[in-house]
């Protein structure tokens, strides 16, 4: 694939480790890579002073996806059906700002998408949908322990509780957008 046809799409989800997991089974995806974005502290953050709430950042993934196998709007609808946006600054167990659902937008364009795929979501919940939507600020990648999680450690607890579920649900939902057959 040609790296210049690429698309990039920053999302957080809760755990970095769930939403990146979720986008590598999914066809068109080139690379998910792990980090942070949103917050307001000096300097290069580490995931110690993420956890701590008080950089402001997001735990994200920064999604390269080529547009031809899989459009923008498509990756919004699996990002919102794999994780809870009803819940303020919470994903299950992981609570604080650092794992609040977000979408950071790259362009005009993905604005205007996500404002669309928001406004249409909202009749499948039951529960207000509490998405921020942010013009992406400064990224930067994980630690690289965080990077792969999922495919190095799907043994570990938190693999087992937490991210399976997301990925059965994405299998279930979303089967015809899976890179391969994961059911």
């Given at each position: ?17 769930c ?7 999914v ?35 920064q ?53 669309q ?38 043994e ?28």
């Amino acid at each position: 694939m040609d790296n210049s046809k690429l698309e990039v799409a920053t999302l957080g989800g809760g755990c970095f480790w769930c939403t990146e997991a979720v986008f590598q089974e999914v066809k068109g995806i080139e690379k998910v890579v792990s980090g942070y974005t949103g917050g307001n502290a000096p300097g290069r953050p580490t995931y110690r002073e993420i956890c701590s709430g008080l950089t402001g950042h997001a735990e994200v993934v920064q999604i390269s996806f080529n547009p031809d196998l899989i459009s923008y709007k498509d990756i919004l609808v699996i990002f919102m059906t794999t994780h809870d946006p009803t819940t303020l600054n919470r994903q299950g167990a992981d609570r604080g700002t650092q794992y609040r659902s977000v979408i950071y937008y790259h362009t005009e364009y993905q604005k205007k998408t996500a404002r669309q795929v928001l406004d249409q979501m909202a009749s499948v919940f039951d529960n207000p949908i509490v998405t921020e939507l942010s013009p992406l600020g400064v990224f930067y990648n994980a630690e690289d322990y965080h990077q792969d999680y999922y495919r190095n450690n799907s043994e570990q607890g938190y693999c087992q509780m937490v991210i399976n579920p997301k990925l059965a649900k994405l299998r279930k939902l979303h089967s015809d957008k899976l890179a391969t057959s994961s059911t």
